[in-house]
């Protein structure tokens, strides 16, 4: 009776002092060299429409939320422009153009053009914004410095 008075020792139970942790410092590794990696990515993933603007001496910076229309050298095989990044053909143009500015205060759009592209293209694209009920359309030229 004298050994059941005390708790029992020995090999019957045991007690662990080592703690199931993860570690933490190769996940902030792995972590910062991808945040590295994106950063580096990042810029060369965002790519527009290539178009080789006219220079200008005295233009203008614009400013603010802008709806712009590009004309590409390509306009004249399949009559396709980009209004924004999105490609339109130039039958839809005119009622997209007006659905975009119908809740607006300032009708501007803003037209660009490639280099290659004759005044005609640009004056027809020019009477189809006007039909859509753009009061404004501005031409966008590089500015000297940015040759």
């Known amino acids: 009776m004298a050994g059941d008075a005390g708790p029992v020792r020995g090999r019957g139970r045991r007690v662990s002092t080592s ?8 996940l ?27 220079v200008a001496r005295r233009a203008a910076p614009i400013t603010g939320e802008r709806v712009e229309v590009t ?13 924004g990044r999105d490609a339109v053909n130039i039958t ?15 009708k501007d759009v803003f037209l660009r053009g490639d280099r290659g592209v004759t005044l ?10 006007k ?10 030229a590089k500015g000297p410095e940015e040759r």
């Open 19 to 26: 703690l199931a942790e993860i570690n933490v410092v190769p």
């Open 92 to 106: 839809n143009l005119q009622e997209l153009v007006r659905q975009k500015m119908e809740n607006r205060a300032k």
């Open 120 to 129: 005609g293209q640009l004056m027809e694209v020019t009477d189809l914004l």
């Open 131 to 140: 039909a859509a009920g753009v009061e404004n359309v501005g031409l966008v």
């Open 71 to 83: 004309v590409p050298i390509t306009y004249s095989q399949n009559h396709v422009v980009f209004m």
């Open 28 to 54: 902030v590794d792995v972590m910062l060299v991808l945040l590295i990696i994106f950063m580096v990515a990042a810029p060369m993933i965002q790519r527009g429409i290539d178009v080789n603007l006219p």
